[in-house]
Nanobody
Framework: QVQLLESGGGSVQAGGSLRLSCVASGNVYIRKWLAWFRQVPGKGREAVAAIYTDGGSTYYVDSVKGRFTISQDNGENTVALQMDSLQPEDTATYYC?????????????????WGQGTQVTVSS
C-alpha cells in the first residue's frame, strides 16, 4: 500500500506562483514514479509532470514546460511541484499519483494510488 498526502494549492492571480507538495509513504517498490495530474469538472485526469524516483529523471507535458518544475525533497518521500507563471487555464484540482515500473507516465490509468487532491485557482 501507498499513502499520498498533498498540501499547497490555493488562489492566485495570473502570473503568480504556487507550490504543491506530496508526501509519500508505504511500499517503495510501488511508488517508483510520482506524478502530478490535474482535473477539471467534466474532463478526465490529465498528466502535468512526473519524476522517476530512481535517479530523478523528470517529465512534463508541453503546456507546462518552462513554467512548472517537479522535484524530489527528502529522498523518495516527497515530491514538489513548483508552478510559476500560472495562467487561468491551469485552474484545476491537482492530484499526486504513484505507480511502479509499469505503464506510461502520462496515463492516469497506469497509477495505482492517488492523493485526495488540492484545488488551484488562477484568476485573470
Amino acid at each position: 500500500q501507498v499513502q499520498l498526502l498533498e498540501s499547497g494549492g490555493g488562489s492566485v492571480q495570473a502570473g503568480g506562483s504556487l507550490r504543491l507538495s506530496c508526501v509519500a509513504s508505504g511500499n517503495v517498490y510501488i511508488r517508483k514514479w510520482l506524478a502530478w495530474f490535474r482535473q477539471v469538472p467534466g474532463k478526465g485526469r490529465e498528466a502535468v509532470a512526473a519524476i522517476y524516483t530512481d535517479g530523478g529523471s523528470t517529465y512534463y507535458v508541453d503546456s507546462v514546460k518552462g513554467r512548472f518544475t517537479i522535484s524530489q525533497d527528502n529522498g523518495e518521500n516527497t515530491v514538489a511541484l513548483q508552478m510559476d507563471s500560472l495562467q487561468p487555464e491551469d485552474t484545476a484540482t491537482y492530484y499526486c499519483g504513484a505507480k511502479g515500473w509499469r505503464g506510461d507516465w502520462h496515463k492516469a490509468g497506469a497509477y495505482n494510488y492517488w492523493g485526495q487532491g488540492t484545488q488551484v485557482t488562477v484568476s485573470s
